[in-house]
């Protein structure tokens, strides 16, 4: 069965860090995006890794969010630092094809 399973939410000061993980299952990771959704607003592209490890990052995140993918974990990460109040959305990861189901996805609450 195609799964993905997002983890590693919390809440956090402004400033601090965490790190996002979406593990796969029933299917081998390549490429990965992740998305996120802010309360009351649509969800959003954040990141994206390609097969040979290209990254791209939408622009409100560029030098504070890295994506990147263990393979022997079948799992990709989005390293999220200097994390900013408007960063609290609920977090999803999604194949680019979008030929994956939408998972639980994850909470991130930047608050002092």
């Known amino acids: 069965q195609v799964q993905l399973v997002e983890s590693g939410g919390d809440l956090v000061q402004p400033g601090g860090s965490l790190k996002l993980s979406c593990s796969a299952s029933?299917?081998?990771?390549?490429?990965m995006n992740w998305y996120r959704q802010p309360p009351g607003k649509q969800r959003e592209w954040v990141a994206f890794i390609g097969r040979g490890g290209t990254t791209q990052y939408t622009d409100s995140v560029k030098g504070r969010f890295t994506i990147f993918r263990d393979n022997a974990k079948n799992t990709v990460y989005l390293q999220m630092n200097s994390l900013k109040p408007e960063d609290t959305a609920k977090y999803y990861c999604?194949?680019?094809?979008?030929?994956?189901?939408w998972g639980q996805g994850t909470q991130v609450t930047v608050s002092p």
């Open positions: 999604r194949t680019p094809a979008g030929d994956t189901p």
């Open positions: 029933g299917f081998t990771i390549y490429t």
